[in-house]
């Protein structure tokens, strides 16, 4: 009797939750970081579109004859690409990537390392991906082409939310060894809305071992705040362009999950004992917080990341998740920040945000 052939390997890898006494000190609670910039893609992004992918081949009839038969296209900013290039390579698929023009050379040349076919145009993800859906998406009999969307897939929320799983995991085996022993309080950055839906899918399954659901900080940076925006209108907006320098945030429209998790759970002047807080920070502030993290973690990550660690170092974080408690009760919060890691980063580009913003 043959011997069964071994599962193929999961696209992302679970990730430590760390205790960090200096953004503790910083903020007056307990920072927790969930390092998502130890991905294989380097960023979040692995999981959600590393999951998408891995089903869209593997199913329960089992992976499709020929490493040549499936072609992954993927429109991005960047993360979402690099997430696609790395899967693809673990898969021995190929992948092309669409990116703005507005993606940096450094990016584009990290796609390219991992084999991936790279096509710059427009002048946002929008044109990009209208670029991509009109023109290489045109039906082939040779290639069964897969459309990997950098957010809006609910196997890209499902990925995303087993961060949460994990989390959940550590309260229960007592890993939050500090204040309540429970999570009050996560942070996550907003670009489309994928990481974003994945934490709040992932808190509403898990919100009994996490001790009764925690509040959620969705942080954006101005010039790309279009869940901010849509906020302020009522309704679901286009922004009419990005004009922030996080890129990857670069989402003129969140995904209409996204707007339904802000219509169910968003907190407002009338609704206050909703669980989901928007927010935002400037570019200088995220840029800040970067170059910040970097001495107090000692982890360099890319400024939309920034945007999640700058409400500590602004007050943001005690506004929104502290608001009329004392002192010593905000001592005893547990906050998980969502260390979203990117790979839109260098020492070199650090430099050049410490000279453009006088940090």
Known sequence: MGSLSPDPPKPWVETPLIFSPPLSRIAGCN??????????????????????????????SGPTPSPSDVHFFCSSGGNAGLACATTASVLRRPATIVVPLSTSAFMVSKLREL??????????????????????LRPDPRVKKVYVPP????????????????LAADVAQGRLGTGSGR?????????????????????????????????????????????????????????????????SLGARR????????????????????GTLISATVTD?????????????????????????LATVYNGGLRKHLGAGLT??????????????????????ILEKYKATYGI
């Open 183 to 247: 999570v009050d309080g996560v942070v996550c950055n907003v670009g489309g809305g994928g990481l974003l839906n994945g934490v709040m899918e992932g808190l509403e399954r898990n919100a009994k071992l996490l001790g009764g659901g925690p509040k959620v900080l969705a942080v954006e940076t101005v010039g790309a705040d279009s869940l901010s925006a849509s906020v302020k209108a009522g309704e679901l907006v286009t922004l009419p362009a990005i004009t922030s320098v996080a890129t």
């Open 115 to 136: 084999g991936a076919e790279v096509i710059q145009t427009g002048a946002s993800w929008v044109e990009a991906d209208t670029f991509l859906r009109e023109t290489l």
């Open 284 to 308: 200088r502030d995220a840029a800040a917080a970067c170059v910040r993290f970097l001495d107090d973690a000692r982890l360099l990550v890319e400024v939309a990341c920034g945007a999640t």
């Open 151 to 166: 957010f809006d897939h609910p196997d890209v929320w499902a990925g995303a939310a087993t961060l949460v799983d994990e």
């Open 254 to 273: 969140v995904s209409e999950k996204t707007w339904e998790w802000w219509v169910r759970k968003g907190v407002t002047e009338e609704r206050k004992e």
């Open 31 to 60: 920072i927790y970081l969930k390092l998502e910039n130890v991905q294989p893609s380097g960023s979040f992004k692995s999981r959600g579109i590393g999951n998408m992918m891995y089903k869209s081949i593997f199913s329960s």
């Open 327 to 348: 002192d010593e009760e905000w001592a005893t919060r547990n906050v998980v920040l969502v260390v979203c890691g990117g790979s839109n980063v260098s020492w070199e």
